[in-house]
């Protein structure tokens, strides 16, 4: 599963990569290519993917991606008002946990999946730093299909950092990265396919 042929990571490593902060860890072939698209295209059709809606100054709006959540039972994450409760693991789900586990030396009961259809699908700036999680969380977030740019912006010195998220590749935030540091995806200007990103992580279990 973790073993990308030699031309798929040297095409990889010429991508745009840059220098990251010490807590955030970005391997661009953690799955191959043929990985990436059999386990993209298995999500794509097999995930119960659902419009979830936040209220913004009273206002009710639908995100601006679709979004599914599974996890150990009791594993419910709350955020944007949103209550989250785990749908039980599939197969492919927990062959990646397992693989995710292997990988960082964390554990994790659960993961969110943003589908992103189109260049306009994104998230906000914000910070994983929701109750449930640990004050020094790591999260592994595996991206799968259309390459998005996802942005890094430091809290007290506002540097920011771009990086280009492969398809196959995986981000490890762990550490002071929730604590220090904002991430986002935004919104492309050109017109861009669909793009799944899965993020592990480990949630209180109420
Ligand atoms: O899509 C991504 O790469 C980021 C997802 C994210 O920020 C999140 O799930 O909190």
New binding site residues.
Partial sequence: MLEPNQEEMFAAETRVAPELPSDFEYEPCFLDAAESKAIFSGLRSTVAWKQDHASFFGRRVALPRLTAWYGDPGSSYQYSGIVNDPLPWTETLQRLRIALQKRTGARYNSV?L?L?RDGSDR?GW?R?SERELDSAPTIA?L?LGEV?R?RLRHRRTRESIDLE?LSGSLLVMKGRSQRDWE?C?PKAKQALGERI?A?FRWVGVG
Avoid: A, C, G, I
Wanted: hydrophobic residues 35%; proline residues 0%.
């Fill in positions: 969110l943003n992103y998230m914000h994983d977030s991206s998005r996802f998220l991430h995806v990103n993020t």
